[in-house]
Antibody
Framework: EVQLVQSGAEVKEPGESLKISCKGF????????ISWVRQMPGKGLEWMGR????????NYSPSFQGHVTISADKSISTAYLQWSSLKASDTAMYYC???????????WGQGALVTVSS | DIQMTQSPSSLSASVGDRVTITCRAS??????LSWYQQKPGRAPKLLIY???TLESGAPSRFSGSGSGTDFTLTINSLQPEDFATYYC????????FGGGTKVEVK
C-alpha cells in the first residue's frame, strides 16, 4: 500500500529554523515526483514546489522560491521541506503529495501543522 | 505563471442536485487539469485527472470535461458525503491550484 507519512506538528518561534519530512512507503520512491502544498488557516491550496527524488532536481513556485528549500534523501525514501528563519505568516498546514498520471497527485501525506508564534 | 480561476467560490445545494463547478486557465493547458475534493481536517483527494479521467475508486457521479482554458466538474445526484471543498489544479506548466469551491448544504 502506498503511503506518505509526514512528521508531526511543530510549534516554533519567529526566526527559528525548521525541517519537516515526508517518508514514502510501498512504492519505488525515486520513480515519482513529490510536491509540497501549503494551506493557511481557512484558505485554499498553494503549490510550493516539487522534487524529483531520483536526482533531487527541484522546481519552485515563484511565490516560495528563496523562502523554503525542498530536498530529498532517496536512501531513506524521504523528502523534506525546510525554513531557515520562520515567520508568523508561515503558520499553516503543509502537505506532501506524490505525482500520478498527467501531473495529478493521487497520494497525499496526512499533513503537518506548523505554528509560528512568539 | 498560469492562473486558475474557479467559480463559484461557494454554492448551496441539496442532496440529489446536479452541481457544476467551473475552472478557467489564464492560457491553454491542453487537458492537464485535475480535480480534488477536500473535507475539513483532511488531505485533498484526487477525483479526476487529464480533465475527464475518473480516478480509481472515485464515485462515477463525478465527471469532468473541457480542454484548453475552460473546464467543468459535474456532480450528478449530490450525496451527503459530497459536501466539501473542490479544487482544480493545472499541471501544464509547473502546478497551480484554483481558489476552491465550497459546496454547502442548502
Amino acid at each position: 500500500e502506498v503511503q506518505l507519512v509526514q512528521s508531526g506538528a511543530e510549534v516554533k518561534e519567529p526566526g527559528e529554523s525548521l525541517k519537516i519530512s515526508c517518508k514514502g512507503f510501498g512504492y519505488s520512491f525515486t520513480n515519482y515526483w513529490i510536491s509540497w502544498v501549503r494551506q493557511m488557516p481557512g484558505k485554499g491550496l498553494e503549490w510550493m514546489g516539487r522534487i524529483d527524488p531520483s536526482d533531487s532536481y527541484t522546481n519552485y513556485s515563484p511565490s516560495f522560491q528563496g523562502h523554503v528549500t525542498i530536498s530529498a534523501d532517496k536512501s531513506i525514501s524521504t523528502a523534506y521541506l525546510q525554513w531557515s528563519s520562520l515567520k508568523a505568516s508561515d503558520t499553516a498546514m503543509y502537505y506532501c503529495a506524490r505525482a500520478g498520471n498527467s501531473g495529478s497527485y493521487n497520494y497525499w501525506g496526512q499533513g503537518a501543522l506548523v505554528t509560528v508564534s512568539s | 505563471d498560469i492562473q486558475m480561476t474557479q467559480s463559484p467560490s461557494s454554492l448551496s445545494a441539496s442532496v440529489g442536485d446536479r452541481v457544476t463547478i467551473t475552472c478557467r486557465a489564464s492560457r491553454s493547458i491542453s487537458n492537464y487539469l485535475s480535480w480534488y475534493q477536500q473535507k475539513p481536517g483532511r488531505a485533498p483527494k484526487l477525483l479526476i485527472y487529464a480533465a475527464s479521467t475518473l480516478e480509481s475508486g472515485a464515485p462515477s457521479r463525478f465527471s469532468g470535461s473541457g480542454s484548453g482554458t475552460d473546464f467543468t466538474l459535474t456532480i450528478n445526484s449530490l450525496q451527503p458525503e459530497d459536501f466539501a471543498t473542490y479544487y482544480c489544479q493545472q499541471s501544464y506548466n509547473a502546478l497551480t491550484f484554483g481558489g476552491g469551491t465550497k459546496v454547502e448544504v442548502k
